[in-house]
């Protein structure tokens, strides 16, 4: 066989390889290509009928509903929104932000200081270490500098904490520090009147924020909070849900505290009625009671935060804020904060 003739037929043959693997590739792609339907769609009866499909949407806001371990939403394409079979499953997540508060000591002069704990620890239980975390309050109440670490008498749950300063926010009555080795950071909270102070304790990283009611003098320790409003304590009425959270506080062995996330008695009482930016000027209004209300203003971009403002506004008044947004910031995020 000549020379030529045997690389036409090797040609040939590769080819013909080249052209069964590709018949073989298209083959599974087909078999592995998945449809999506739209809610539209579907309740046109356009969907399949007697098989599973997949619906391509988005989850309305605020329709996530979780009862246990299940798991209730809509899904909309902005034009039919269709409620969605129950999902179940079994959440395996470790994520915790707290913040709980304990009486200074045991004599009357230290029922007026409560020390108050946040700590932060990710999915894995593992604690967050050097996430700034702000102690705000509604302006009752005086933060106390602590200049060595703080350490809780009378229980075994919290280890000595190393208070690492960190810059505070724009705003009024407020200190930040960084989590130590442990997730953990603390501040003390002097108040000499017998009057409740709502403590809130805003992770900066994150945006996140959880709020205790302390009743002075403290003689007790309040709920460890793992939700994103206040345990109120003045309200016997009130019945509060508690659950165990399991925290890794850095005493060798994790532990459970019992924890409150719901409390009818705190609600966000204000609502942005009127949000414009012109240039480093915004223009705002916060409809709701008479009196102030605390605006949280994030800096995001390319959908990172990168700093959050928080700023004291009057209510039902348009308001000017004149801000130093920094360089390379594409949109504000804002939001209210309990008060």
């Excluded at 932000?97 to 946040?118: E, M, R, T, W």
């Excluded at 060595?148 to 190393?162: D, F, H, K, M, N």
């Excluded at 409003?229 to 019992?258: D, M, W, Y």
């Amino acid at each position: 066989m000549k020379p030529r003739t045997k690389r036409l037929i090797a040609i040939l043959g590769g080819l013909a390889a080249l052209g069964a693997a590709t018949a073989l590739v298209l083959s599974a792609f087909q078999e592995n290509l998945v449809f999506f339907f739209t809610p539209t769609q579907v309740a046109a009866n356009e969907a399949p009928k007697g098989r599973l499909f997949r619906i391509g949407g988005m989850v309305e806001r605020c329709s996530l509903k979780r009862d246990g371990v299940e798991v209730r939403f809509v899904v909309t394409d902005t034009a039919a929104p269709l409620v969605s079979n129950t999902v179940a499953k079994s959440v395996s997540s470790l994520f915790v932000k707290l913040i709980q508060c304990f009486p200074k000591g045991p004599s009357a002069f230290d029922h007026q200081v409560a020390v108050c704990v946040a700590h932060a620890q990710d999915i894995t239980g593992h604690a967050i270490t050097g996430e700034r975390v702000c102690f705000v309050s509604g302006g009752e109440g005086l933060f106390l500098p602590a200049i060595s670490p703080i350490v809780i008498p009378g229980q075994t749950t919290w280890p000595a904490i190393s208070i690492l300063p960190a810059p505070p926010i724009s705003g009024p009555n407020n200190v930040c520090a960084f989590t130590d080795i442990n997730g953990n950071t603390a501040v003390e909270v002097a108040e000499s009147d017998a009057v409740t102070v709502n403590v809130m304790a805003f992770f900066v990283d994150e945006g996140l924020s959880r709020s205790v009611h302390v009743t002075f003098p403290i003689t007790a320790p309040t709920a460890a909070v793992s939700g994103p409003v206040a345990a109120s304590t003045t309200n016997p009425s009130v019945t509060n849900p508690t659950h165990p959270v399991v925290v890794n506080t850095g005493t060798g062995t994790t532990t459970t505290v019992p924890s409150s996330n719901v409390d009818r008695t705190v609600k966000i009482r204000h609502r942005i009625t009127l949000a414009r930016l012109n240039g480093k000027v915004l223009k705002v209004k916060l409809t709701g009671p008479k009196g102030n209300a605390n605006l949280a203003i994030g800096y995001l971009s390319h959908a990172k935060k990168v700093g959050t403002l928080i700023r004291v506004v009057p209510a039902n008044k348009v308001v000017k804020l004149k801000l130093n947004v920094p360089k390379g910031i594409q949109k504000l995020r804002l939001s209210v904060m309990p008060s």
